[in-house]
């Protein structure tokens, strides 16, 4: 059993920064690509940055030079930091991995996402 465990979302008033954290735990063996998604009211979920296990990262056109991605791949664990937050960015945040699990099976796995709101 693999589970994804978000935290660090909240309230911030536009212009402020978070910090959210994804750790992952279980029967891993190792893991892939890992990857925040968001998805805001009556929005589809779209993807706001990506690292690879060797920490190349990607982002989404929004968040470029804002916000930033990072792993520690001791701690399973992969961050975002998100600067300048704009009131449209309110959204439940999302993480996924890409875990091999101890069979060498891969799979995506999900956290429960955390709620981050951007007051104007």
């Known amino acids: 059993q693999v589970q994804l465990v978000e935290s660090g979302g909240g309230l911030v008033q536009a212009g402020g920064s978070l910090r959210l954290s994804c750790a992952a735990s279980g029967s891993i063996f190792r893991i892939g690509a890992m990857a925040w998604y968001r998805q805001g009211p009556g929005q589809q979920r779209e993807r706001v940055a990506s690292?690879?296990?060797?920490?190349?990262?990607n982002y989404a056109d929004s968040s470029k030079g804002r916000f930033t991605i990072s792993r520690d791949n001791a701690k399973n664990t992969v961050y975002l930091h998100m600067n300048s937050l704009k009131p449209e960015e309110t959204a439940v945040y999302y993480c996924?991995?890409?875990?091999?699990?101890?069979?060498?099976?891969?799979?995506?796995?999900w956290g429960q996402g955390t709620q981050v709101t951007v007051s104007s």
């Open positions: 690292i690879t296990s060797g920490g190349s990262s």
């Open positions: 996924n991995a890409n875990i091999y699990t101890m069979t060498n099976n891969a799979y995506d796995f």
